[in-house]
């Protein structure tokens, strides 16, 4: 998601804020399939919209991670980071990857994953 947010560029944002971004997201979730710890990292887009540009159209791809609810996982808060431009990955990369969050489960692998795209917030 690093690269591909690095090397794709998407047209259409709008401006005059780059309204494509990049946000790393952790918590502790029943979000209707059981309770998981789940680490996402998601690129959302702001697009205009057609005859309403003002209005504006979001949309998202995110991939979820989800891991156990082990007390470890279950203790650490919910939170998140935001990258808003390219200038910012490499700093936004070392945060995410300073994050007690990510750091729980690096070396453990996820019960499950998910890859979803579709309109609306994170």
Not at 45 to 58: K, S
């Amino acid at each position: 998601m690093f690269d591909f947010y690095k090397e794709v560029r998407a047209d259409g944002c709008i401006a005059p804020l780059d309204r494509d971004i990049l946000a790393f997201l952790w918590g502790t979730y029943d979000r209707g399939e059981g309770m998981y710890f789940q680490l996402k990292i998601a690129r959302q887009f702001a697009m205009e919209a057609v005859g309403a540009p003002e209005d504006g159209i979001l949309s998202m791809l995110h991939l979820t991670f989800y891991y156990p609810p082990t007390p470890v996982l279950t203790a650490l808060r919910h939170g998140n980071r935001v990258c808003s431009s390219t200038e910012e990955l490499g700093d936004f990369i070392s945060s995410v990857s300073s994050t007690a969050a990510y750091q729980a489960v690096a070396s453990v692998t996820p019960h499950k994953t998910k890859l979803k795209y579709g309109k609306g917030l994170i």
